[in-house]
Nanobody
Framework: QVQLKESGGELVQAGGSLRLSCVVSGRPFSDYAMGWFRQRPGQEREFVAGADWNTDLVIYANFVKGRFTIAKDTAKNTVDLQLNSLKPEDTAVYYC?????????????????WGQGTQVIVSS
């Protein structure tokens, strides 16, 4: 059984940093990608960053603009998201997920597994 669990979300001041972590238990597929999404209040879940599990491929949403970094540790089965220079508009529930094909990493509907999310609140 595949399970994902996020952690690291909390209240932080604008300009601050957080490190979110996602632990994956079980082996989802022989080849897959991990994605971080977020859902801001009143909005749909949107893509933030993705990493291919078996290669060094990573990709970011345009709004990240160098502020966030995704990093995976295949030995620990974790994928982290470092959030720097946080803004109030980054306030959201952040989710990690598993998608079977790298080319679909930005497509929310194609994800097979999701964690329960971790809340990030950025105060101004």
């Amino acid at each position: 059984q595949v399970q994902l669990k996020e952690s690291g979300g909390e209240l932080v001041q604008a300009g601050g940093s957080l490190r979110l972590s996602c632990v994956v238990s079980g082996r989802p597929f022989s080849d897959y990608a991990m994605g971080w999404f977020r859902q801001r209040p009143g909005q749909e879940r949107e893509f933030v960053a993705g990493a291919d599990w078996n290669t060094d491929l990573v990709i970011y949403a345009n709004f990240v603009k160098g502020r966030f970094t995704i990093a995976k540790d295949t030995a620990k089965n974790t994928v982290d998201l470092q959030l720097n220079s946080l803004k109030p508009e980054d306030t959201a529930v952040y989710y990690c997920g598993v998608v079977q094909q790298w080319r679909l990493v930005k497509v929310r509907s194609k994800y097979s597994y999701w964690g329960q999310g971790t809340q990030v609140i950025v105060s101004s």
